[in-house]
């Protein structure tokens, strides 16, 4: 029978140890550490997630400042209270809650995060240092994946993973992590031709793809370990990048669809928040 990789489960037991981790720090320094985030314009589900992110700090004692901006802001504007975060001591995280409005240089809004606030691991900056092995915060999604499977104790070394998708903040950095971890990496996306076959191959796969069951289950070897971390609301509830409906027959191990790879997100995002304030607590101590 194959192994759940049951996110919901894993990201309620680290958010224990955060909440014991932020009142040390509330003990230690007196202050607590605070998320902020920018929401520009009025995207329902983009208030949902900000609203998801400041409920995830309320559970581990955590504050956060949300920021709303109209649909209307320039890019001069968002990239003016970005620096007015970045200079605020009292603030240890940033995220800028994407997709933001069209009118809006997003990439040039991310890259004005500082470096020690991108608790989203959004920045160029930091994914070029996370890919070269330094520390820098890793994009959120990837991040905790990886952070799952080490729970579970999944062998990465040595195996080959196909990543299917290639954004900036899911499919690449994915990548660079499983490379790092000493995994053998194929790319593909929407666009791969004979993209089944290079599935077929994989002893991991990860769905990162945006495109509701592109991977068919057909496509997956057995024993693989597939990872699903797509979404797409459907009326029973939600599926996934990957066919994953009889998969406990195939995989020897999987992501749920939801309950898996979401929930590690968030949670990844509020543990490299409180990691920022214990990094700032120890500087400011010395």
Sequence with gaps: ?????????????????????????????????????????????????????????????????????????????????????????????????????????????FDRISLDKDVDGVTCLGFGRMSMGEPAYGSCTPQGIMHLLAHYGIELEGKHAVVVGRSAILGKPMAMMLLNANCTVTICHSRTKNLAEHVTSADIVVGAVGVPELIKKSWIKQGAVVVDAGFHPTDDGGCGDIELDGIEAIASAYTPVPGGVGPMTINTLIRQTVEAAEKEADLSSK
Aim: glycine share 6%.
């Design 1 to 109: 029978m194959a192994t759940v990789l049951d996110g919901k489960a894993l990201a309620k037991s680290i958010e224990s140890d955060l909440s014991a981790r932020v009142e040390t720090l509330k003990q230690k320094t007196g202050r607590t550490p605070i998320l902020a985030t920018i929401l520009v314009g009025d995207d329902p589900a983009s208030a949902t997630y900000v609203r998801m992110k400041g409920n995830a700090c309320q559970r581990v004692g955590m504050d956060s400042i949300r920021v709303e901006m109209p649909e209307s802001t320039t890019t001069d504007e968002l990239l003016a209270k970005i620096d007015e975060l970045n200079a605020n001591p009292d603030v240890h995280g940033i995220l800028l809650q994407h997709p933001v409005p069209a009118q809006i240089d997003e990439r040039a809004c």
